[in-house]
């Protein structure tokens, strides 16, 4: 075979670290951006933290629009000019603030790092109690015992018994001991505490309360023997055994529902990770809604100024870590800057497509697909997918994910569309609206709304009513 030298021409996207990094940003939530943004300020001397005009300005709008902004997925930041003597400048031409000293005198330095409050757990909360009453030696120890043995939802659930069992031999503890330190548990605070089960927990709530409690006598039998019927909905066998008429038998409904089941919980350790900060906050200003940047999500960031300097009289190789330290800081920000331009134009973006749900709620949400904002702004569907998940905008209807706005449609007898988010609201104002005696089923919801001209299958309602939390027409079944 004779060989030969052939010319050949072709096009392929080459994954710059630059543009991985740009990826990467996008993707990421605001908490794991702010993981990121530390891992990054510990990596790269010539990033710090800056004040509040070294970021987008939180008044930037989609309004003004951006180069930057506008730049699709596949195409990489530019490389920056020299490293030293180029200009910082945000979105809208203001010129960034360099840093305007060493990192010792950073703000962060001036910056108190914010304390969750010292709860103290349910176990702490006892034994303070137990602390400032009158006890014997051994009632102290006795009753420290069985808060050792109470779990987190405030229950015993070991027996007295097992728990006798478990001392040494000399102390020779009887179980009604025990029983008797119980009882001065179970009167502490919160009520309900060291109850063995629910139907105790209840009764003891109950038992606090004043005699002349309005149905209190009829929740009381409830609670320690009938739970099982109350949560089976058996109203005639209800009233049957207690003897009582259907006012009173829904006075005590109401009165256990409103006892705590799970005393414990409340001195549980609250989770960080369910708290959510909005990217983007939604407004009607001169009748339009309109979307800008939260600039508290927003990190601010600026060069060091004593490094810059130093690059700037050190010209020669040996400056070349600090040279490349510069380049990649500058792409960060670059990155970071285009990261919250591009949830803005797709925000917007969303907020044009769902005007109706901001004026009138949830009925009012139309049929949205990840194709037609992608369309809009000029970028991929799956980087619209990437700034939709795990973002947040708050509107005045409450904070919502902006994939919350996408949705299937279902198709309307007058040849329309109808989204899903609509349908579950119009379930759900038909669930509250029915008559507690009579709830709808599923096949009635279908008949209501095909009435009104939607479609819907009577699985398709089960499903939705699902998702919703509701429970079946037999358990929203009243008295």
Excluded at 73 to 86: F, G
Excluded at 398 to 406: Q, S
Aim: hydrophobic share 35%; with cysteine; aromatic share 6%.
């Amino acid at each position: 075979m004779k060989q030969s030298l052939q010319l050949r021409l072709s096009q392929h996207l080459a994954l710059t670290p630059q543009l991985q990094q740009s990826i990467r940003l996008l993707q990421l939530s605001s908490l794991e951006l702010s993981q990121e943004l530390e891992q990054i300020l510990q990596e790269n001397p010539l990033l710090e933290r800056g004040s509040e005009d070294d970021v987008i300005p939180p008044n930037y709008s989609a309004e003004g629009g951006s180069e930057a902004a506008a730049q699709p997925e596949e195409s990489a930041p530019s490389e920056p000019a020299d490293p030293v003597e180029t200009d910082f400048t945000s979105l809208d031409g203001e010129r960034w603030e360099k840093g305007a000293g060493t990192p010792a005198d950073s703000e962060d330095d001036n910056d108190f790092a914010f304390q969750e409050p010292d709860t103290p757990t349910l176990r702490q909360h006892l034994n303070e109690q137990l602390r400032l009453m009158p006890l014997s030696e051994r009632d102290h120890t006795l009753t420290s015992i069985l808060v050792d043995a109470i779990n987190e939802d405030g229950y015993l659930e070991q027996s007295l018994e097992d728990l006798a069992a478990m001392l040494p031999e000399e102390e020779e503890i009887d179980p009604m001991e025990l029983q008797t330190a119980l009882k001065l548990v179970q009167h502490l605070d919160p009520l309900g505490v060291g109850a063995r089960n629910l139907a105790e927990c209840l009764e003891l709530q109950l038992l606090v309360l004043p005699e002349d409690t309005p149905y209190r006598e009829v929740a009381l039998p409830i609670a320690r023997e009938h739970l099982a019927l109350l949560a089976g909905r058996d109203y005639v066998r209800l009233k049957k055994l207690l003897r009582c008429d259907d006012e009173s038998l829904r006075g005590a409904q109401v009165l256990i529902k409103r006892l705590d089941p799970r005393p414990g919980a409340g001195f549980s350790r609250i989770e960080s990770d369910h708290y959510v900060q909005p990217e983007v906050v939604v407004k009607k200003v001169k009748g339009l809604w309109l979307a800008s940047l939260n600039g508290d999500a927003m990190p601010k960031l600026r060069i060091n100024r004593m490094y810059a300097d130093i690059l700037k009289r050190n010209r020669d190789s040996s400056g070349q870590y600090l040279k490349t330290q510069m380049q990649e800081a500058k792409w960060f920000i670059s990155n970071l800057q285009q990261r919250f331009a591009t949830i803005l134009r797709v925000s917007q973006a969303i907020v044009d497509r769902q005007r109706n749900f901001f004026e009138h709620g949830e009925v009012a949400m139309r049929p949205l697909v990840l194709r037609e904002i992608a369309d809009e702004v000029g970028l991929h569907e799956s980087t619209i997918s990437r700034v939709t998940t795990r973002k947040y905008m708050l509107t005045p209807k409450g904070v919502f994910e902006l994939k919350y706005f996408f949705g299937s449609h279902v198709a309307t007898e007058s040849g329309g569309a109808c989204s899903a988010t609509a349908i579950r609201a119009l379930i759900k104002q038909l669930v509250a609206a029915e008559e507690p005696r009579k709830p709808l089923s599923d096949n009635q919801i279908s008949d209501i709304l095909g009435n009104q001209g939607i479609v819907v299958a009577r699985r398709t309602i089960a499903k939705y009513r699902e998702s919703l939390q509701i429970p079946a027409a037999n358990q929203r079944k009243s008295i």
